[in-house]
């Protein structure tokens, strides 16, 4: 498996990715809503603010991470990790684990200093995430599931409480996704 950054021309294959993975395991209702996110991601967002990572094999993806831009009242530079998707055949083989450590390697390069995640704690703790209140690291949106607002440093500097409010890309600003 070769992780890299995503090409323009993939972007149909990387929504059909996430689609499928996640009406595998949330229901083609969730699995749809998903694909629609990372369609309005790959089309809304700058460059500047988001990077997309992808785990190939022989021309197809198996996993793909989207990393975008998360804005504190602070100068921290931080992103947020989500969605993941890892081809339901490959689950449970580490697929996961490196592309995340991939893009989290690549946002620590480009000089960021905080990366944020929103799921299973659990999961996320295997590449570093560990639990953060609202109180200290304010969401974007409410948060319907606070115990998966999950963060890490990407320095050597242990996480820290950020004071301000905090602003996502224009396709994460719905309350659905949070």
Same mark, same amino acid.
């Given at each position: 498996m070769e992780y890299k950054l995503f090409r323009p021309e993939q972007t149909q294959q990387i929504i059909e990715l996430f689609t499928r993975t996640f009406s595998d395991s949330e229901g083609e209702a969730e699995g749809k809503a998903i694909g629609r996110l990372v369609a309005d991601l790959l089309a809304t967002t700058s460059c500047a603010d988001r990077y997309v990572v992808v785990a190939e094999?022989?021309? &197809? *993806?198996? &996993?793909? *991470? #989207?990393?975008?831009?998360? +804005?504190?009242? +602070? /100068?921290? !530079?931080?992103?947020?990790v989500a969605p993941v998707a890892v081809a339901t055949e490959v689950q449970g083989k580490g697929v996961g684990q490196a592309i995340l450590n991939y893009g989290l390697q690549l946002?620590? !390069?480009?000089?960021? +200093?905080? @990366?944020?995640?929103y799921g299973d704690p659990n999961y996320y703790a295997k590449v570093g995430f560990e639990p953060v209140l609202e109180s200290d690291y304010a969401a974007p949106l409410p948060l319907s599931y606070p115990h998966g607002w #999950? @963060?890490?440093s990407l320095t050597e500097q /242990? #996480?820290?409480? *950020?004071?301000? +409010?905090?602003?996502?890309? &224009?396709a994460f600003n719905k309350p659905e996704f949070w």
């Open positions: 094999k022989e021309n &197809a *993806i198996f &996993a793909s *991470i #989207l990393l975008t831009r998360l +804005s504190y009242d +602070s /100068p921290e !530079q931080a992103f947020l946002l620590r !390069q480009e000089g960021v +200093s905080l @990366a944020f995640t #999950l @963060a890490q /242990p #996480l820290s409480a *950020i004071q301000g +409010s905090s602003h996502c890309v &224009a």
